[in-house]
């Protein structure tokens, strides 16, 4: 009975209240919560745009890839395919070939009237013609008909520029 009583006590009236009630606390919520959204969201933007501008600016100008020039890579290519099995590239690692590394330099001197890119050449053609000191004539003699002009002279500017 009393509950009934109380429900049925002014129903307009109370119902109003309560739904402006809910109303105005969803409004102001909901006017809170996108203020506060804005604020938080303007607030994060700035934040974001503040630490882009720091990291753009902290960030280290990228070092470019070494890259070789194009007729070095030719080189490279053609001295792994064709040489790499019997010369490496390291000091003092000799396979069937001696070590390749400094040849430049070594090549200047092995024959007299050769320069490096002529002795150079020679081992590459007539790979019998000069034998490195303890090693036999395992080179193969047929380089120069495998490998191109444009080859030879790419592996040639490879070896030259190896240190
Ligand atoms: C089957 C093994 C073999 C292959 C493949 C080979 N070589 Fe050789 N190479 C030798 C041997 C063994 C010697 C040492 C004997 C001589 O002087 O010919 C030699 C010597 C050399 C020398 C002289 C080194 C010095 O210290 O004077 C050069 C330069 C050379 N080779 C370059 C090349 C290049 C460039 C290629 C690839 C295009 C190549 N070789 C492929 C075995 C090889």
């Known amino acids: 009975m009393t509950i009934r009583y109380a429900r049925n006590d002014n129903p307009l009236r109370s119902g109003d209240c309560f739904a402006a009630l809910a109303m105005t606390i969803r409004y102001v919520r909901n006017a809170e919560w ?34 070789l020039p194009p007729e070095l890579a030719l080189g490279k290519r053609v001295f792994e395919a064709h040489c790499a099995a019997c010369h ?17 330099v070594r090549a200047a001197m092995r024959v007299d009237g050769l320069d490096a890119r002529g002795y150079l050449y020679t081992s590459i053609l007539r ?36 240190p």
Do not use: H
């Open 34 to 67: 996108t203020n506060i959204a804005c604020t938080k969201a303007r607030v994060f933007l700035l934040w974001l745009a503040l630490w882009l501008l720091a990291a753009c600016r902290a960030a280290p100008t990228p070092t470019p890839t070494p890259t």
């Open 88 to 104: 490496s590239l390291a000091p003092e690692v000799n396979l069937v070939g001696p070590s390749l590394a400094g040849i430049a």
């Open 127 to 162: 790979p019998g013609a000069y034998l490195v000191e303890g090693y036999p004539d395992l080179m193969p003699s047929t380089l120069g008909k495998t490998l191109s002009g444009e080859e030879i002279d790419a592996v040639v500017a490879f070896l030259l520029a190896q």
